[in-house]
């Protein structure tokens, strides 16, 4: 179980995220919705050891995750693929997925797991010696979680994967998310603008507003309250 | 023709030497953002350290050897100690504490092993070798500096194409925060980048120590053409930097050969410009692939 409490972050005098607790199961998917601003980067970034964390814990397993140096935490079990430039636009497919292994000092099966991510997602197959600046939105977004499952991780924090995909890589996208947390038991902490879509496939959702938590629940409930809807999450 | 062909040797003698300064240029400035000034005058130094135990009349290879492995450590130190504070901070700090390294370590340089002009054992005859009936200006040395930059060039290629530390390595330079969320220890390559730099430096400083005189500012000129050679070749690209190495040794020699040895800086300048005017990002810069 992932368990955030008081976490609070600032850049200087402008205080990011206030106290925010909740606790996501283990082999869940939690959605953290928001709008613009709210703090779910911000969240995610606390939690990788990118954003200066004023106070505040989050325990993973058994493992404090706050005040550790960012490269460590691949090897908790922790994955984080960032919002937008995920990719390493200078280094083929192939050599962006060898990444994600490479923090593990012996991998005899990295071949074997290289080719059930290709076929996992085929289009990165099909390229895997082109450099990773020749492919598209959707191709990108399937490389950088593919990159962070070659990483084996247990909590996976996916960061606005659906920025800028049409409607349609989306929702292949969000069942993909899905199905890859009830095979291989993933926990999933998936922050969205695009609520729609990340509630359709979420087990619990945490809103947030200017920094703090202001709903935590049941996502269909959620979905279904029209003032909480229009208030937070803007459609 | 004869002339022709000695300077063009000549040139590719001299360009495989920036060549290798360009490339410690180019691996510093694509994993930090850093044109480091110091490299001219790190290279003097590990040159004297070569000169020292040629003095005590060591074996070549064993001072060769020793000058490298210097080279490597005083890049890993650099890093360590001068530049690890300078990182976020504002982009001007790190530009003048290279410049002031390069003063420092040549006034040092110059108060233990005083300022005058001295030589530096080769390795092989300079010689010029005679083909057929032709004598050409083409030592056996020459054809060590052309043999051991290559050498220099090959092994870098194999280490950032083929191996892990190269992979990494490539990550920390064009994507640090994708790299640490993926555990390299970024830091830790920097150093790495810092070293293999520096040895690049060194490796050329041995090289042209025989060519020039060995004085505290030996390697100021080199660098100058070195940076030439570095921007030619679009700054951020290891090839860029052999490329650019050679076309600016070679325009330098034909320039001095054909128009006076008043004109190389001076042509070597204009050649600069005509390019950078004509392709201002460099002759093989991945920027547009950057710009994503």
């Known amino acids: 179980m992932l368990e955030v409490s008081g976490l609070s972050v600032s850049y200087g005098p402008v205080a990011a995220l206030s106290e925010v607790s909740f606790k996501a199961e283990e082999g869940s998917i939690t959605a953290v919705l928001g709008a613009n601003g709210a703090g779910k980067t911000t969240l995610l970034r606390a939690l990788t050891g990118l954003a200066p964390v004023k106070s505040g814990s989050a325990r993973w397993a058994s493992n404090e995750l706050i005040g550790r140096r960012t490269e460590e935490l691949v090897r908790l079990g922790v994955a984080h693929v960032p919002e937008g430039r995920g990719v390493v636009t200078e280094l083929t497919v192939e050599e ?21 991510t290709y076929d996992l997602f085929p289009p990165l197959a099909e390229r895997r010696s082109r450099p990773a600046a020749t492919l598209s939105g959707g191709e990108r977004q399937m490389l950088v979680i593919a990159r962070a499952l070659v990483a084996r991780p247990q909590l996976l924090l996916l960061d606005e994967p659906s920025l800028g995909l049409a409607p349609l890589v989306t929702l292949e996208l969000m069942r993909t998310v899905k199905e890859l947390s009830r095979r291989d038991g993933l926990t999933l902490l998936l922050v969205e603008q695009n609520a729609t879509s990340a509630l359709s496939i979420a087990d619990a959702a945490v809103v947030l507003s200017i920094g703090r938590v202001v709903i935590t629940g049941d996502p269909k409930t959620l979905a279904a309250d029209d003032q909480l809807r229009h208030s937070y999450l803007g459609f | 023709m004869t002339l022709f062909i000695d300077l063009t040797l000549n040139g590719l003698t001299y360009g495989l030497i920036y060549a290798a300064v360009a490339l410690g240029l180019v691996l510093i400035w694509r994993a930090t953002r850093v044109i480091n000034f110091a490299q001219g005058a790190l290279a003097t130094l ?78 092989f005859s300079q010689l010029g070798l005679t083909v057929g009936h032709t004598y050409l200006d083409f030592s056996s040395f020459d054809i060590f500096i052309l043999v051991s930059v290559l050498v ?56 042209v120590a025989p060519l020039l005189l060995l004085s505290p500012n030996m390697m100021d000129p080199v660098l100058v053409y070195g940076f030439a050679a570095a921007v030619l070749g679009g700054l951020d690209s290891p090839v860029g930097a052999l490329v650019g190495g ?24 204009v050649l600069l410009v005509v390019v950078l005017s004509i392709r201002p990002e460099g002759l093989f810069a991945a920027a547009k692939a950057r710009r994503v």
């Open chain 2, 246 to 269: 050679v076309l600016t040794g070679l325009g330098i020699s034909y320039i001095g050969g054909y128009l006076g040895s008043s004109m190389e800086t001076v042509g070597a300048a």
């Open chain 2, 46 to 123: 590990t040159t004297y350290v070569a000169a020292t135990l040629l003095d005590r009349s060591l074996n070549y290879w064993v001072a060769f050897a020793v000058a490298l492995a210097a080279g490597l450590i005083f890049g890993a130190l650099t890093e360590r100690v001068f530049m690890r504070p300078l990182y976020g901070k504002p982009e001007l700090n790190p530009v003048v504490v290279t410049i002031g390294l390069l003063i420092l370590v040549e006034s040092v340089a110059g108060a233990i092993w005083g300022s005058t002009d001295r030589g530096l054992t080769p390795a």
């Open chain 2, 152 to 207: 220099l060039m090959g092994l870098m290629l194999v280490l950032f194409r083929w191996t892990s530390l190269g992979l990494k390595m490539r990550a920390s330079a064009f994507a640090p925060e994708v790299a640490r969320l993926l555990g390299v220890r970024v830091g830790r390559l920097l150093t790495v980048g810092w070293a293999l730099a520096t040895f690049a430096g060194a490796l050329a400083g041995v090289l």
């Open chain 1, 96 to 116: 962006n997925l060898r990444l994600g292994a490479l923090w593990r000092k012996r991998q005899p099966d990295f071949r074997q797991l290289i080719e059930r």
